[in-house]
């Protein structure tokens, strides 16, 4: 099966990012989300981030447009049953992605394929909520989607070989570098990534050293691009805080044991870039 039509299941910065790339590489997209002023909203962010590319001379005019006329945009789930393949992107909620798969599942083609962008919950569990758990698997983008290239690709415990080809390859065909893993807390890239800004948090509350020292020590010494607690504040400190909760509930491992300070921080409201203080103020 060439895979030709997919529908994006929210419109969100992971979700309008994953339809910006999927209709450039000539996808048929659907992009869906709960009211007309989120998808106006996430329509307007592709045609922005599209307009930057052809501001830098990475993409034509033309191209362009044509990528907006691929995604058609709508506020009702039943547009699942005309897709080959339904992506998710809503919020890190574990029961919310239960209820919409289950609710996918009665909507879809006995064919399609599902794939999660969770960054953590558990690809088995979710294909267990679906009569297809041979054709369910996550598709792990990293944010800013039309910007970087990793696309973790997570096969559940009953995952066919048949689907983990189909997604390698639609996520190649998006110029994407697919990278196979299994389904366990965290996969492979929050996994590792977590617990170092978590580590890097301890070092703060510790007193170690400022969040602008640790930072410039992880760029200049380990040759990171971002510093942990810059990277922290971009993710949003309740999504790390999630995700290192997922990591210590999966494994019951006090090495994933979330730092005091950054639980403090989340209940205080400072979640990073988008409430407009962290470790920084933006």
């Not at 039943?78 to 080959?84: C, E, F, K």
């Not at 267990?128 to 598709?139: E, K, L, Q, Y």
């Not at 997922?246 to 730092?259: I, N, P, T, W």
Request: proline share 4%; hydrophobic share 45%.
């Amino acid at each position: 099966m060439e895979i030709q039509r997919v529908a994006v299941i929210g419109g969100g910065t992971m979700g309008n990012g994953i339809a910006h790339v999927a209709a450039k590489y000539g996808l048929q997209v659907t992009l869906c989300d709960i009211s007309e002023e989120f998808l106006e909203r996430a329509l307007s962010t592709i045609e922005k981030n599209l307009a930057r590319e052809v501001g830098k001379g990475k993409l034509e005019e033309a191209a362009a447009k044509a990528t907006l006329e691929r995604i058609q945009p709508s506020a009702d789930l039943a547009v699942a049953a005309r897709a080959q393949v339904v992506i998710e992107a809503v919020p890190e909620r574990r029961e919310l992605k239960l209820d919409l798969f289950r609710k996918l599942d009665s909507l879809a083609a006995p064919e399609t394929l599902f794939a999660s962008n969770t960054s953590s919950i558990s690809i088995t569990e979710m294909a267990g909520a679906t009569s297809r758990p041979d054709r369910f698997i996550g598709m792990h983008f990293m944010n800013p989607v039309p910007v970087m290239k990793l696309v973790e690709v997570i096969r559940g415990i009953a995952t066919s070989d048949a689907t983990t080809a189909q997604v390698m390859e639609l996520a190649r065909r998006m110029e994407k570098t697919a990278v196979e893993v299994n389904d366990y807390p965290g996969f492979v890239s929050n996994r590792v990534l977590m617990p170092m800004i978590n580590e890097a948090i301890y070092c703060v509350m510790e007193g170690v050293a400022t969040a602008e020292a640790i930072d410039e020590v992880m760029k200049l010494g380990m040759n990171h691009p971002m510093g942990p607690l810059t990277l922290a504040d971009f993710i949003g400190l309740d999504v790390c805080l999630h995700i290192m909760d997922v990591l210590y509930q999966g494994f019951q491992d006090s090495k994933y044991r979330a730092c005091p300070l950054l639980r403090k921080m989340v209940a205080a409201g400072w979640l990073g870039r988008k409430s407009g203080r962290g470790f920084y103020q933006y």
